[in-house]
Structure formats: structure tokens, C-alpha cells
């Protein structure tokens, strides 16, 4: 039997109430069921609401010292393993960083994490203390909510070897007031947010961003309703949605499973699911970034076409247009499908833990019906140039953050769609 106990002194209270951001360790399997010196891991989350950046960060138990490297968004879970393939075999997800020389258990009775010599957070175990005996053989030990009260009642034993990066805590970011016209916009520092993008383009400015925005909180299916219902909601409104490509507001209430008529609207996929994750467990299918509401009717006739110039227009939306394989929008929202389709293919990259393959935007249309591609991404470029981010798509930026906890970073910095797109486009 293996004990936990977390140790909080006051000066770490202190400290961590005072900082931009607050990190704690949120999970740690110290004993895990194969290998020891393979299969451990220990998860940090940020409560904060500023992303950090882990220059100067460190792990330690009472064998040495750990030092961390990266950075750790806001509201999101970093992980920290001995060995990526070990992690991987074991739990299905990927680690931020690996090659943790930490012993735990096996060596120590605690983990620390520290900020240069000044102590965050920690948690103790292997009976370090009577009364705080939990069984965690074989099994991940996790914190059950960001608020400390310094007991045994903010741990649980998980029920496997843990999840590591992913969770229910959530980051109590607040704020009145924001840049678009609802939302949490001036809670969050954007250059802090998007930490070491800076002087990086390309494919080094694509795997920093995707270093920002994965981990978010993935919401079910069911939740996808209400939710666009908030972010899409009409500002002239509030009981209505504006539709995407119909660009009409329309009643909330009156949505598909409430009405079988094919003026309701239903949820859209801008990047059709049926292109790399029809599954709801794959957290690209619930992403809100890309889930719009839409027109019955005219989600039906879009389908999962490409994205190009050309075609007849559609005569219930006269604004669209649509062939054999390609859909147009209207003007006024290409440069947000465009931006919709630059954040999936930044956010959903190679290897990361949610269960979505490597998207892409290939400069082909058609892509194929059902690989992870869409296009046409040329065409996508200069529908972003030419119809810029407006306030509505700020509003809905600021107002996925407040549920997500990640952000479409087109949105944020638009000259990013040439720093990674452009050497492709001619630009």
C-alpha cells in the first residue's frame, strides 16, 4: 500500500495566489504496472489565466531534480513522462516532454514542483505521514479539483493507470467585459497565450502553436448544441443564431430534433467529419472551432465538399455556390471558413492524444471522401485575405475559450495564415 500527501507550506500558497498564472500537479503515477522505470509519468495543469512558459520549472523528489522545458497553455494539462513509447503503450497519449529522470516512489516520498528555488506545489506518498494511506498500486493518483484545502479529500485513486492529459479540472479565468462584444477577451494576455511563437514561421510556428491548443476541453456531442447556441448567438438577438452560410438569425429553439423541418438548423462541420474523424470519441468531432449552425436543407447540399471558387449558385442561399465536389460560401464568411480550416489543420497535428489523425489541407479539390484532407488551400488563403476577421468572429473566438479553453489563433494574429501558408500560395 502506497500513501500520498500533498504539502502545501504558506510561502507556496503565498506565491502561487500572486503569480499571472498558477500551476498544480494534477495527476502522478508513481507506481505503474509494468515498468517503473519506463511507464511513470507526473501531469501539471494550468489554473492560470496566461500561458506559461516552463523555462525555469522544475520536478523533484528526494533523488534529484527534473527540469522542464515547453509551455503550458491556459486551462490545459502538461505531461511529463520517462519514456514516450512506454507512455504511449500504456495509456494511448503522447507526453509534452519525456525523459524524466525521477525515481518517485521508488526513491523518494514526494514530488515537487518548483519555480526556480521557490516550491509551487507537492504531494507526498508512500506513507509519508499517518492517515494519508491510499492504495494507488498499479494506479494514477489525481487531483479532484484546483481549489487546495490541503486534505486527502482533493485526491482520488483513479481506476487505471490514469489519463494523462486530459481531465476535468478547468481554469476560473475571469474578466468583465472583452474585445469582441462578449466573452472573456481581456482575461487572457495574447502574447503570454501564445508563448514562444515569436520570430518562428512555418512548420516551426505550426508545431508551437499546436504545443498551445491541444489538451482543450472536449465537450460531447449532446453539449455541441447549447454551446454554439452561445457562441454563434445573433448580438442583435440573443434568442437567435446566425447561420453560416444562409446568414440568416434564426431561433434557437427551433433546431433539428425539435423540428423536422428543413428550414431548422443543425451543426455543422465545416471540416466534414466524414474527412479524417466520424467518430464522437475523436475530439475533432466536437471541436467548436469548426461546428457551426446551418440551415438543415443547405448542410445537406454543402456535404463533405471541398472548399473552391465555382459552381452555380444555390437557389435557397443565392450567395453560395456549389458543383460536383466544391462549395463557395458567401463573401461575407469566407475568410472565417478559411480561418476554421487553418486552426484544424494547426491543432489536429501528428501524434498528439485525440484520437484524430494528421489533418491537412492539400491546394487539391476534390480531396477524396473520407481521408484526412480538405481543400483547397490556396483558395482558403485568399478568402482569408480578402474578407477579414470582423467582430462577430472575435466575439466567438473569446466566447469557445470561456467552454474550450483554446483559441483559433488566425483570429488572434491573421499575418500567421502567411507566415504558414504563404511560401505555397506565392506569397
Same mark, same amino acid.
Given at each position: 500500500?502506497?500513501?500520498i500527501?500533498?504539502?502545501?507550506?504558506?510561502?507556496?500558497?503565498?506565491?502561487?495566489?500572486?503569480a499571472?498564472a498558477?500551476?498544480?500537479?494534477?495527476?502522478?503515477?508513481?507506481?505503474?504496472p509494468?515498468?517503473?522505470?519506463?511507464?511513470?509519468?507526473?501531469?501539471?495543469?494550468?489554473?492560470?489565466?496566461?500561458?506559461?512558459?516552463?523555462?525555469g520549472?522544475? @520536478?523533484?523528489?528526494?533523488?534529484?531534480?527534473?527540469?522542464? &522545458?515547453?509551455?503550458?497553455?491556459?486551462?490545459?494539462?502538461?505531461?511529463?513522462?520517462?519514456?514516450?513509447a512506454?507512455?504511449q &503503450?500504456?495509456?494511448? !497519449?503522447?507526453?509534452?516532454?519525456?525523459?524524466?529522470?525521477?525515481?518517485?516512489?521508488?526513491s523518494?516520498?514526494?514530488? !515537487?514542483?518548483?519555480?526556480?528555488s521557490?516550491?509551487? $506545489?507537492?504531494?507526498?506518498?508512500?506513507?509519508?505521514?499517518s492517515?494519508?494511506?491510499?492504495?494507488?498500486?498499479?494506479?494514477?493518483?489525481?487531483?479532484?479539483?484546483?481549489?487546495?484545502s490541503?486534505?486527502?479529500?482533493?485526491?482520488?485513486?483513479?481506476?487505471?493507470?490514469?489519463?494523462?492529459?486530459?481531465?476535468?479540472?478547468?481554469?476560473?479565468?475571469?474578466?468583465?467585459?472583452?474585445?469582441?462584444g462578449?466573452?472573456?477577451?481581456?482575461?487572457?494576455?495574447?502574447? +503570454?497565450y501564445?508563448?514562444?511563437?515569436?520570430?518562428?514561421?512555418?512548420?516551426?510556428?505550426?508545431?508551437?502553436?499546436?504545443?498551445?491548443?491541444?489538451?482543450?476541453?472536449? @465537450?460531447?456531442? /449532446?453539449?455541441?448544441?447549447?454551446?454554439?447556441?452561445? #457562441?454563434?448567438?445573433?448580438? /442583435?438577438?440573443?434568442?437567435?443564431?446566425?447561420?453560416?452560410?444562409?446568414?440568416?438569425s434564426?431561433?434557437?429553439?427551433?433546431?433539428?430534433?425539435?423540428?423536422? +423541418?428543413?428550414?431548422?438548423?443543425?451543426?455543422?462541420?465545416?471540416?466534414?467529419?466524414?474527412?479524417?474523424?466520424?467518430?464522437?470519441?475523436?475530439?475533432a468531432?466536437?471541436?467548436?472551432?469548426?461546428?457551426?449552425?446551418?440551415?438543415?436543407?443547405?448542410? &445537406?447540399?454543402?456535404?463533405? !465538399?471541398?472548399?473552391?471558387?465555382?459552381? =452555380? #449558385?444555390?437557389?435557397?442561399? %443565392? *450567395?453560395?455556390?456549389?458543383d460536383?465536389?466544391?462549395?463557395?460560401?458567401?463573401? *461575407?464568411v !469566407?475568410?472565417?471558413v478559411?480561418?476554421?480550416m487553418?486552426?484544424? $489543420?494547426?491543432?489536429?497535428?501528428?501524434?498528439?492524444?485525440?484520437?484524430?489523425?494528421?489533418?491537412?489541407? %492539400?491546394n487539391?479539390?476534390?480531396?477524396?471522401?473520407?481521408?484526412?484532407?480538405?481543400?483547397? @488551400?490556396?483558395?482558403?488563403?485568399a478568402?482569408?485575405l480578402?474578407?477579414p476577421?470582423? =467582430?462577430?468572429?472575435?466575439?466567438?473566438?473569446?466566447?469557445i475559450?470561456? @467552454?474550450?479553453?483554446?483559441?483559433?489563433?488566425?483570429?488572434?494574429?491573421?499575418?500567421?495564415v502567411?507566415?504558414?501558408?504563404?511560401? #505555397?500560395?506565392?506569397?
Open positions: 500500500m502506497k500513501a500527501f500533498p504539502m502545501f507550506t504558506a510561502l507556496a500558497l503565498c506565491c502561487a495566489m500572486q499571472q498558477k500551476l498544480v500537479i494534477s495527476e502522478v503515477l508513481y507506481d505503474a509494468n515498468n517503473d522505470s519506463t511507464e511513470e509519468f507526473v501531469e501539471i495543469f494550468n489554473d492560470g489565466c496566461t500561458a506559461v512558459s516552463l523555462t520549472y522544475s @520536478l523533484a523528489d528526494n533523488g534529484g531534480s527534473f527540469n522542464l &522545458s515547453g509551455s503550458i497553455g491556459v486551462g490545459s494539462y502538461f505531461v511529463v513522462a520517462k519514456n514516450s512506454a507512455l &503503450s500504456l495509456t494511448g !497519449k503522447v507526453a509534452n516532454q519525456t525523459g524524466m529522470t525521477l525515481s518517485l516512489g521508488n523518494g516520498d514526494y514530488v !515537487k514542483l518548483r519555480q526556480g521557490t516550491e509551487l $506545489d507537492s504531494v507526498a506518498f508512500e506513507n509519508a505521514i492517515g494519508w494511506t491510499i492504495d494507488a498500486i498499479d494506479k494514477s493518483i489525481a487531483r479532484k479539483n484546483v481549489a487546495d490541503n486534505t486527502v479529500n482533493d485526491w482520488q485513486v483513479s481506476s487505471n493507470v490514469g489519463n494523462p492529459g486530459s481531465g476535468a479540472l478547468s481554469a476560473s479565468c475571469g474578466g468583465g467585459g472583452d474585445t469582441g462578449g466573452g472573456t477577451g481581456d482575461a487572457i494576455n495574447l502574447p +503570454s501564445y508563448v514562444n511563437t515569436s520570430g518562428k514561421s512555418g512548420e516551426a510556428l505550426k508545431t508551437a502553436l499546436n504545443n498551445v491548443l491541444r489538451g482543450h476541453v472536449r @465537450l460531447s456531442y /449532446a453539449e455541441v448544441w447549447d454551446a454554439i447556441s452561445y #457562441t454563434d448567438e445573433d448580438p /442583435a438577438n440573443t434568442s437567435n443564431v446566425i447561420l453560416l452560410y444562409a446568414g440568416r434564426q431561433a434557437k429553439t427551433f433546431r433539428a430534433g425539435t423540428s423536422t +423541418s428543413q428550414d431548422a438548423w443543425n451543426r455543422e462541420h465545416v471540416w466534414a467529419k466524414s474527412h479524417g474523424f466520424p467518430a464522437e470519441s475523436q475530439y468531432h466536437t471541436d467548436i472551432h469548426h461546428l457551426r449552425p446551418e440551415d438543415v436543407s443547405l448542410n &445537406s447540399t454543402r456535404g463533405n !465538399k471541398d472548399f473552391d471558387n465555382g459552381g =452555380s #449558385t444555390i437557389s435557397e442561399a %443565392p *450567395a453560395n455556390k456549389t460536383s465536389d466544391s462549395f463557395e460560401p458567401r463573401a *461575407a !469566407k475568410g472565417d478559411a480561418r476554421m487553418f486552426y484544424m $489543420d494547426v491543432r489536429y497535428e501528428a501524434a498528439d492524444d485525440s484520437g484524430t489523425p494528421d489533418l491537412e489541407i %492539400p487539391v479539390a476534390p480531396t477524396g471522401s473520407s481521408a484526412p484532407e480538405m481543400g483547397k @488551400l490556396c483558395t482558403l488563403v478568402w482569408h480578402a474578407d476577421v470582423d =467582430s462577430f468572429e472575435q466575439r466567438r473566438n473569446n466566447r475559450f470561456e @467552454l474550450q479553453k483554446n483559441r483559433n489563433p488566425f483570429i488572434d494574429n491573421p499575418q500567421w502567411k507566415a504558414i501558408y504563404g511560401p #505555397t500560395c506565392g506569397l
